[in-house]
């Protein structure tokens, strides 16, 4: 079964700096790969997602993901941080058969000014 | 707002008891997820429907079940609840339930068992 490691709870940035989540899913290549962010007391917005076309994904807000293979990694990043990225972010991916879908324990991002 | 309905807000009841969340997609969309959320297991994905028929089944317990009506809503009912069964639980839709699509969240129901 796939599997979803999000390295890090807890990632605090000062504003205008580097934003950089870790997502690491397990060893068989997933068909599709996500980023979800969640505001507090909101339900989950897609952020961004892999579907093959492209290793490089951008989303919204100025974010972006990396698809690597050999590192079994999508790690999101956004080069300059606003205090409105402040929110917990999700990384999720499908089962292969694409029809299990497998969320990461989330990382909490903290945007210090 | 992302056109995802999810009643009640909040639910507070007994162990033992018998509870229905009810989730009302986007217009249009064919597909409902629920999934719960709860600070020792994360976000889980609990079942999905498409069209009123079920499609994909992930950790759901058996006291719980769902069923998607032929407007398109959705319900999922906990019986026997459980200290354990507190937890936010949300439900998305999409157009055409594959697995590629984005899915849209609704705001989610706060259970409480006390």
């Known amino acids: 079964a796939q599997s979803v490691t999000q390295l890090g709870s807890h990632v605090s940035v000062s504003e205008g700096a580097l934003v950089l989540l870790r997502c690491n899913y397990s060893?068989?290549?997933?068909?599709?790969l996500f980023w979800y962010v969640q505001y507090p007391n909101q339900g989950l917005q897609l952020l961004l997602k892999?579907?093959?076309?492209?290793?490089l994904v951008k989303g919204i807000n100025g974010f972006e993901a990396e698809f690597k293979k050999s590192e079994t990694s999508f790690h999101l990043t956004k080069p300059s941080a606003h205090m409105s990225d402040a929110a917990e972010y999700f990384c999720?991916?499908?089962?292969?058969?694409?029809?299990?879908?497998?969320f990461g324990t989330g990382t909490s991002l903290t945007v210090i000014p | 707002d992302s056109g995802v309905t999810q009643t009640p807000k909040h639910l507070i009841t007994a162990t033992g008891q018998r509870v229905t969340l009810r989730c009302s997609p986007r217009?249009?969309?064919?597909?409902v997820y629920w999934y719960q959320q709860s600070l020792d297991q994360g976000l889980q994905f609990l079942i999905q429907y498409y069209n009123g028929e079920e499609r994909a089944k992930g950790n759901i317990l058996e006291r719980f079940s769902a069923q998607q009506f032929p407007d398109l809503h959705s319900e999922l009912n906990l019986s026997s609840l459980e200290l354990g069964d507190s937890a936010l639980y949300f439900c998305?839709?999409?157009?055409?339930?594959?697995?590629?699509?984005?899915?849209?969240f609704g705001p989610g129901t706060r259970l409480t068992v006390l």
């Open positions: 892999y579907t093959s076309a492209a290793t």
């Open positions: 060893s068989s290549v997933p068909p599709y």
């Open positions: 998305a839709s999409t157009v055409s339930g594959g697995a590629w699509d984005e899915q849209f």
């Open positions: 999720a991916v499908t089962s292969n058969t694409g029809n299990q879908f497998y």
């Open positions: 217009s249009g969309d064919l597909s």
